[in-house]
């Protein structure tokens, strides 16, 4: 028998690599490839751990649909674990996300609802509020809710982080995490908190976003929760699953400092990145930069660039939304 049954035997266990071209300061700069994962995203491990743990629990049952508010990239681990095991899914994504990720998940057969981004937290006709209400009126169905599921953080405690952990040999000294749902920084937070204090948990926010403000327990109610063009990360509220308390610090990246570092990541190493990566690694690049001594610093290819083509790598693009 083969060791990969299917694409589920390749959710995590991704490579991590070294930064070799781009100024770190005195750092060592490791890019986990979560690109690697089947679905090209992080958001693969999140969506088998909610699908599973659902299934134990009785509540996702042969033949169920999966419902999800998401930017994209959950909602294809959905889709292509749903699809695996049998089960029909429903998304609701919002209108400013590439357009490729909904043909890619109109192509493995998820059923795709697109709605207005610029309506608030609060409004009935947010994505979430939609993808819930229709959760509520669809009989047989599954609302994965990676937004207050508590199984979204725990497959990051579980995998992610003890992944950094003994790939860098217990020897790390910043994670540096976006935060959509939150689940990758409050999990990984939660583990290193526990098995190595030492290790810096770092966000890096799109500027607009309420979450680094949050984090230094400001007033956020000046900030408008938008205006930002990278995809998956930056919130206008705080969602059940962040817990805020796992990070020390937080960076505040605009859209060309975030545009530029992807692009520059793409030309230096090689790697083409979706676009949450050029804020984390900009943020990143800046902690580096801040040392003093040599330290081993984490971040994350979250998803693939390929999606991004027409967009963050394409100049028209660029010059369109007034960026670089
Ligand atoms: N990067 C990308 C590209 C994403 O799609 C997401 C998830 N929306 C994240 C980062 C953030 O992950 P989390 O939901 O765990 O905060």
């Known amino acids: 028998m083969p060791d ?20 770190t ?14 679905g090209s995203s992080i958001k693969d491990r999140v969506a088998l751990n909610i699908i599973e743990t659902a299934e134990r629990e009785g509540k996702l049952k042969p033949g169920y649909t999966i419902i999800e508010a998401s930017a994209g990239n959950t909602a294809m681990g ?3 674990i749903g699809k695996l095991k049998g089960y029909n899914t429903k998304v609701v994504i919002l209108d400013k996300m590439n357009h490729n990720k909904i043909l890619h998940l109109r192509a493995i057969g998820a059923e795709v609802v697109v709605v207005k981004s610029d309506v608030g937290p609060n409004d009935p006709d947010h994505y ?3 993808a819930k209400r229709m959760a509520e009126e669809t009989p047989n169905s599954f609302f994965a809710g990676q937004f207050s599921n508590m199984s979204n953080p725990l497959a990051h405690e579980l ?9 860098l040999d217990g020897n790390v000294d910043a994670v540096v995490c976006g935060v959509g749902s939150g689940g990758t920084i409050s999990g990984i937070g939660k583990f290193f908190k526990e098995k190595s204090p030492k290790t810096q948990i770092i966000v890096a926010d799109p500027k607009g976003s309420i979450v680094k403000a949050s984090v230094e327990g400001k007033d956020t109610r000046d900030i408008p929760g938008s205006g930002w063009f990278v995809e998956g990360i930056g919130e206008d509220f705080i969602p059940d699953t962040l817990n805020l308390s796992y990070i020390d610090k937080g960076y505040e990246i605009d859209n060309d400092e975030a ?6 990541v793409a030309i230096s190493e090689g790697i083409l990145g979706g676009s949450s990566c050029g804020t984390l690694i900009a943020a990143a690049l800046r902690y580096c930069r801040e040392q003093t ?14 999606k991004y083509l027409n967009t963050a790598y394409n100049e028209e693009w660029l010059k369109k939304k007034n960026i670089l």
């Open 78 to 80: 959905l889709a292509l």
């Open 293 to 306: 001594e040599e330290k081993n610093v984490v971040t994350f290819i979250c998803d693939n660039g390929e």
């Open 259 to 264: 545009f530029k570092t992807i692009r520059d």
């Open 128 to 130: 979430i509020a939609v």
């Open 159 to 167: 995998s992610t982080a003890p992944e950094i952990y003994n790939q």
């Open 25 to 38: 300061g005195p750092c060592n700069l490791y890019l986990k490839l979560e690109n690697m994962n089947p």
């Open 4 to 23: 990969v049954n299917t694409l589920l035997d390749l959710i995590g266990n991704t490579p991590i690599v070294q930064v070799k071209n781009m100024d």
